[in-house]
Nanobody, 121 residues
Framework: QVHPVESGGGLVQAGDSLRLSCTAS????????MGWFRQAPGKVREIVTY????????YYTGSVKGRFTISRDNAKNTVYLQMNSLKPEDTAVYYC??????????????WGQGTQVTVSS
């Protein structure tokens, strides 16, 4: 499939961990940077993290540094988002996207359907 497919969202308590997965076609996975975005109700979609195919460079937005980790399994065409020490403010729909990388949503051509992450206090 061209568009990534996310899984792994759910309802957790503050301080818990959750791992999101995103699977794409081999062509998509090997051609693009893979990013995770999130969008909370009433807010704009924001970058969480992304990883570049070419050199494995990773970027994290400040609020998740030290808590979230992005990784990729090339053999499975899958990128993961490990989220630790979750906070209520992490509550959002999380989207996986494939594109040329960077923080701007417009840089990404292909988007998943999103998966809901809800963190209760």
């Amino acid at each position: 499939q061209v568009h990534p497919v996310e899984s792994g969202g759910g309802l957790v308590q503050a301080g818990d961990s959750l791992r999101l997965s995103c699977t794409a076609s081999a062509r998509t996975f090997s051609s693009y940077a893979m990013g995770w975005f999130r969008q909370a109700p009433g807010k704009v979609r924001e970058i969480v993290t992304y990883i570049r195919w070419s050199d494995g460079y990773t970027y994290y937005t400040g609020s998740v540094k030290g808590r979230f980790t992005i990784s990729r399994d090339n053999a499975k065409n899958t990128v993961y988002l490990q989220m630790n020490s979750l906070k209520p403010e992490d509550t959002a729909v999380y989207y996986c996207a494939a594109g040329r990388g960077g923080s701007y949503p417009g840089n990404y051509n292909y988007w998943g359907q999103g998966t809901q992450v809800t963190v209760s206090s």
